[in-house]
C-alpha cells in the first residue's frame, strides 16, 4: 500500500521556483508530523523542512528563507515551495513522517542546471 506519493519535481534553471506536493493517506497525515527529505547524487539523504503541528517548522539551513512548508488539511497534503533554486539543490526529493516511520516513496526529482 502506497502511503505516501510525492509530485512536482522536474526541470529548471538557477533562481527559479518550484512547488513539490506529497499527499498522505488520511491516516498518516492527521497523526504524524511530515518532513520534506533530500538525497542529491552522491550524499545520504537529509531532511530538508519538517511541519510541527504545535505551531512551529524546522528548516535546515541551507534553505532557510528560501523554502516553505505548509499543509493542506482538506487535502492529506504537505507542500514544499522552493524559492531561488541554486544547482547544489539537484536532488531527489522524499516526504516521510518527521521521525521517519514509513517506507520510503519513490520520490521526486529536481534538476537545477544552466
Known amino acids: 500500500q502506497v502511503e505516501l506519493v510525492e509530485s512536482g519535481g522536474g526541470l529548471l534553471q538557477p533562481g527559479g521556483s518550484l512547488r513539490l506536493s506529497c499527499a498522505a493517506s488520511?491516516?498518516?497525515?492527521?497523526?504524524?508530523?511530515l518532513g520534506w527529505y533530500r538525497q542529491a547524487p552522491g550524499k545520504e539523504r537529509a531532511l530538508v523542512a519538517s511541519d510541527i503541528r504545535a505551531g512551529n517548522t524546522f528548516y535546515s539551513d541551507s534553505v532557510k528563507g528560501r523554502f516553505t512548508i505548509s499543509t493542506d488539511n482538506a487535502k492529506n497534503t504537505v507542500y514544499l515551495q522552493m524559492y531561488n533554486l541554486k544547482l547544489e539543490q539537484t536532488a531527489v526529493y522524499y516526504c516521510n513522517t518527521a521521525a521517519v516511520t514509513l517506507q520510503w516513496g519513490q520520490g521526486t526529482k529536481v534538476t537545477v542546471s544552466s
Open positions: 488520511r491516516s498518516i497525515f492527521s497523526t504524524n508530523n
